[in-house]
């Protein structure tokens, strides 16, 4: 996979840590373009090879309907070996659960899904995740 990239896409910022790992920063509101430019690099790593992506939530704005229409017709779960979700709201965590269920009965996803308070904790949960796939793959 690709070495080391960064991005920034308005407020936002996205870093890929090798060998794969996508961290993302949501900081504000997220325009449809926003949105759209962050599926895209998604799209493009889960192209080459599953990634786990840590999103960090804590300091998100609002996201119109149109961004999470586009999110939710874009995003394929099979681009992604695990995701943990850091300091995400009660609001976002519902959300993503019952996505995550959605595509779980469609047989369509099967990456694991974690919520934690603080970005120090995201680690630690991206080694459970990593550990949890060493042994399925075994």
């Not at 993302?24 to 992506?53: H, T």
Request: with cysteine; charged share 25%; glycine share 6%.
């Amino acid at each position: 996979m690709t070495q080391h990239r960064e991005w920034k896409i308005g407020t936002h910022e996205a870093r890929f840590e090798s060998p794969n790992t996508l961290s993302v920063k949501i900081k504000g509101d997220i325009r449809v373009d926003e949105a759209s430019q962050l599926i895209d690099i998604c799209a493009e790593l889960g192209a080459r090879e599953p990634f786990y992506l840590i999103a960090d939530m804590s300091e998100i704005g609002t996201i119109p309907s149109e961004a999470r229409g586009v999110a939710s017709k874009q995003i394929r779960p099979e681009w992604y070996r695990g995701v943990v979700y850091v300091g995400a709201s009660f609001v976002a965590k519902a959300a993503v659960k019952s996505l995550s269920v959605v595509f779980y009965l469609a047989g369509k996803y099967t990456a694991d899904v974690e919520f934690v308070s603080t970005p120090e904790e995201a680690p630690a949960a991206l080694a459970r995740q990593r550990a949890k796939h060493r042994i399925r793959v075994a």
